[in-house]
């Protein structure tokens, strides 16, 4: 995961630094609308670095829980930054709507986003293969960031080509205003999977008929109750209570209770799971029976 951060941060500086003397060049506001996207990725990617380190930290006394959350925090920094770009891009956009200026030296912008590509593309390869590995938060909202720089770097250059052999002078701001209204959404991706996270949002409901299929496959087990989920970073944490024969032993109850973790844990590695036992037949004192 470590490794994943440091790519972006690096990928994300080369980008900014040709990406301005490209700009510098050619003056095109949809050129400088994937700058100023560059710029707020690597503050993004910063960020990301500095909460997957402290995700990854083991839980402690003081956060028995662990540091997962620290992810979604900085989901939802990144989502506030692309945010701004988005802004800052609007008015940018318009001034030039307004006043509609020519492009200068698009070849060398084309060039310059060709190379943004390339670099982007094999980015986020590498980011998917992580996300796929370890299921972090950070990650895959750095991965949907750059996605998006995919088609972004795509559309520039698609305007770049319009301004230059059509003469089409507004496709440069248009261009930069869709840009905009598609960086607008990948925020709100962003924002929405991490709120999720912080508000522990249960897991998917596949995921939760499965626990209970595992959980009901014990022949000890008569039902079950209270089946709460949630996540934090890459770690899961499953809640249940089992019902079994009352007359059961406590040893024998608890050893029930270890084989139901034991298969719930092997279904969902990243899992930590918590079982109570309950006399079945009899009404849970507190929560639902789901």
Do not use: C
Request: glycine letters at 6%; charged letters at 15%; aromatic letters at 6%.
């Amino acid at each position: 995961m470590r490794l994943a951060t440091y790519a972006s941060v690096s990928v994300a500086s080369v980008l900014v630094v040709t990406k301005f003397g490209a700009w510098i060049m050619t003056d095109s506001v949809s050129l400088l609308s994937t700058l100023i996207d560059s710029l707020l990725d690597v503050a993004a990617s910063a960020l990301n670095l500095i909460a997957v380190h402290h995700a990854l930290q083991p839980a402690d006394p003081e956060h028995r829980f662990g540091h997962g959350k620290a992810e979604a925090l900085s989901g939802l920094g990144q989502a506030a930054f692309i945010s701004g770009s988005a802004a800052f891009l609007l008015i940018e956009a318009g001034q030039r709507i307004i006043s509609p200026k020519a492009v200068e030296n698009s070849e060398i912008g084309i060039a310059v986003m060709v190379v943004a590509i390339v670099l982007t593309v094999l980015l986020v390869a590498f980011q998917r293969y992580v996300v796929r590995k370890t299921g972090s938060l950070a990650i895959g909202a750095d991965s949907l960031h750059y996605q998006i720089d995919v088609l972004v770097n795509a559309s520039v250059i698609v305007s770049l080509l319009l301004v230059t052999h059509l003469g089409w002078n507004l496709a440069d701001p248009l261009f930069a205003v869709a840009i905009a209204g598609y960086i607008v959404w990948g925020a709100w991706q962003i924002a929405y999977g991490a709120l999720n996270v912080l508000m522990d949002h249960e897991l998917p409901d596949a995921d939760r008929q499965r626990i209970r299929a595992i959980a009901m496959a014990h022949p000890e087990v008569r039902a079950l109750h209270d089946l709460r989920t949630r996540t934090s970073g890459t770690q899961i944490f499953i809640q249940l209570d089992l019902e079994m024969d009352g007359d059961l032993k406590l040893r024998d109850a608890h050893a029930v209770a270890a084989q139901v973790m034991g298969d719930v844990g092997e279904a969902f590695p990243n899992a930590e799971v918590f079982v109570h036992q309950d006399p079945a037949g009899e009404e849970p004192e507190h929560g639902l029976r789901v």
